[in-house]
């Protein structure tokens, strides 16, 4: 049996995330700027940049959440918004990717604009004192939606600088993600009357958590529309008139693709692929969800795979006690557990029994 240790790395630096994703419309503008609009772009990099970031940083995160037990589970090659950079097919994953991150840029622009981390913006009072509905009124502080929509789509949509059908399905991605922090925001409202009656409420609107706004668009990425354009559309005035008019009649809230995806159970090298084999799934545990129940079926199973299951001891730290001063002393405690993973049948067939121990390579 082998020793495992459990050492969860904190996450990544928002800082090489966000450059990932959205320094390229920094350093290298496509078209012809002023250097009024130039000026502008500096100084709302300077305010916003941290937030875009961190906003960037929690889009993936969540796309990691969400997927981590399908066949694609959104790996780093998938962190490249650029349309002709790193994410160069235009499936329905890439329709996910950036549906999510453009979402957690504008959430996260909102969220800060309430707490008041902008000197230019605060809450959403535009509607306060109006009449909502049957017993209830505006007020309060509603989450301000508007300004981080807005300049979420400055940051975003400006790493698209093509007219193609490719660049048009990720500007109607990006929108799709708005559209869904927009569409999961929660009404919060407070009672008021004599002796705790509520004879009537005051209302405002705030953000969800950032995971319904996850699970919401993982539910769009099941339902995702595949839009089916003339082979070799062009970047001819005749082609962009048609692809805006396609992509405009379809709603706004949809996720859209242009192609097929590939088979993920099987590594493929030319698409950076690494196929299911050495994945591990779920066979039992408390309050697992309908993904993580159907794992060891989808990623192993369906990819003509066999589950191994392996044991091993875990160390990890516990009863942590603060001494004066100034240091932090935990405990090594010993767990054993068993996990399960996707092997090919005949190194299945030669290991012998389900249930025999096996060393783990790597930590966990």
Not at 160 to 181: F, I, P, S, Y
Not at 329 to 351: A, D
């Amino acid at each position: 049996m082998q020793v495992i240790f459990d050492s969860s790395q904190p996450p990544g630096e928002p800082g090489a995330m966000f450059c990932l994703l959205f320094c390229t419309v920094f350093r290298h503008p496509s078209r012809p700027q002023s250097s009024r609009t130039h000026d502008m772009q500096h100084r709302a990099y300077l305010i916003y940049s941290s937030s875009v970031a961190a906003g960037a940083q929690s889009g993936i995160e969540e796309c990691k959440f969400q997927f981590a037990w399908d066949r694609w589970n959104c790996p780093e090659r998938a962190l490249q918004l650029s349309s002709h950079g790193g994410l160069r097919s235009a499936n329905r994953e890439t329709a996910f990717v950036h549906a999510i991150s453009s979402a957690g840029v504008m959430y996260t622009l909102t969220r800060n604009c309430s707490l008041g981390d902008f000197d230019n913006c605060g809450c959403d009072d535009s509607r306060n004192g109006q009449l909502g509905g049957q017993g209830w009124l505006w007020g309060g502080c509603s989450d301000n939606v508007g300004f981080g929509e807005a300049i979420s789509k400055q940051f975003v949509d400006a790493l698209e600088t093509g007219q193609d059908a490719r660049a048009a399905m990720n500007l109607h991605n990006n929108e799709a993600g708005r559209k869904a922090v927009k569409g999961t925001m929660k009404r919060t409202c407070k009672c008021h009357g004599v002796s705790g009656s509520c004879t009537t409420q005051t209302c405002w609107l705030q953000l969800p958590e950032f995971r319904e706004v996850g699970t919401y668009l993982k539910e769009r990425y099941h339902k995702a529309l595949k839009v089916d354009l003339l082979q070799g559309a062009g970047n001819s005035a005749a082609s962009r008139g048609a692809i805006a008019e396609t992509f405009s009649s379809i709603s706004k809230k949809e996720l859209v693709h242009l192609e097929d995806s590939p088979d993920y159970c099987l590594e493929n090298k030319t698409l950076g692929l690494l196929g299911t084999e050495g994945r591990e799934c779920l066979k039992r545990g408390k309050a697992l969800s309908k993904w993580e129940k159907r794992s060891c079926r989808r990623l192993c199973g369906d990819c003509g795979l066999a589950v191994e299951e392996r044991r091993a001891e875990m160390v990890s730290s516990c009863n942590c006690k603060f001494h004066w001063c100034c240091a932090v002393r935990c405990e090594q405690c010993r767990k054993r557990v068993t996990k399960y993973f996707c092997v090919r049948k005949e190194k299945r067939e030669r290991s012998g029994s389900g249930g025999a121990t096996r060393k783990l390579k790597r930590k966990l």
